[in-house]
């Protein structure tokens, strides 16, 4: 009988450490988890707030009237945008009451005829 409790007792402590282990296992997987995640997420903010202090230092490479050389030279020409203007030029000399008025002249025009 005594050997019973005993059996028992060390089955006990087995089942006791065997979870403390599992459980601290565990916790240290999750840890590393983390960390693996943390870690290279933080050195990537980093390396981007010294390249931003980088570009916010750097003097400007090129002078304002080159950029704008530049930007006039290989500028994209929209032919759209150059028709448009050319009617609206055209638009200034007429108003809508005259086109409403030509079309009220042409319904009378086809009445009589």
């Known amino acids: 009988?005594?050997?019973?409790?005993?059996?028992?007792?060390?089955s006990e402590k087995?089942?006791?450490?065997?979870?403390?282990?599992?459980?601290?296992?565990?916790?240290?997987?999750?840890?590393?988890?983390?960390l693996s995640q943390a870690i290279p997420l933080l050195v990537s903010y980093v390396q981007g707030q010294i390249q931003l202090s980088k570009q916010n230092s750097m003097k400007d490479p090129l002078?304002?009237?080159y950029k704008q050389y530049i930007q006039d030279e290989f500028a994209y020409y929209?032919?759209?945008?150059?028709?448009?203007?050319?009617?609206?030029?055209?638009?200034?000399?007429?108003s809508i009451r005259d086109f409403s008025h030509?079309?009220?002249?042409?319904?009378?025009?086809?009445?009589?005829?």
């Open 102 to 113: 030509m079309t009220q002249q042409q319904k009378q025009q086809k009445k009589l005829s």
């Open 14 to 34: 087995k089942i006791s450490e065997t979870k403390k282990t599992i459980s601290w296992i565990l916790g240290v997987i999750g840890i590393l988890i983390i």
């Open 63 to 65: 002078p304002q009237s």
């Open 78 to 94: 929209d032919p759209g945008k150059a028709t448009l203007r050319i009617y609206l030029k055209q638009q200034k000399d007429f």
């Open 1 to 10: 009988m005594d050997e019973d409790i005993r059996i028992k007792k060390v």
